[in-house]
């Protein structure tokens, strides 16, 4: 069992290993990137679809309140836009900080934030 840094990435990665998966084959990876509106989005996955990576944008409106509405202004459970990057590759904990850091790069102009990154698994 390999020893991953005590941080976020590394606690994903440990879990990931104690759920079996094998981590030396490639999986696919999607790092997500928060956008602040539609705008920035766009200009965020032109720019990292220019950089190599596959890339998809996706707008969620939100979740309703109590009263069956949706606050534009809550920032947890409102209306969002997030582009997100998918690679695959071995999971690696150095090569998902060099790529989450240049997402962030790549963002950065357009005011979006790299905010992690995860894999769906087959149940």
Known sequence: MTNYPDDEDGAVLA???EHGIDMTQPLLIEFAI???DEAASIAIDKAISKAGYVSEVVYDEGEPDED???DP???E????WTVYAKVEMVPEYKEIIRIQVELSRLA???EGTCDGWGVMLEE
């Open 68 to 70: 069956d509405e949706i």
């Open 77 to 80: 459970f409102g209306p969002s």
């Open 34 to 36: 928060d956008a602040p």
């Open 15 to 17: 879990d990931l290993a």
């Open 108 to 110: 950065d102009p357009h």
């Open 73 to 75: 202004d809550e920032e």
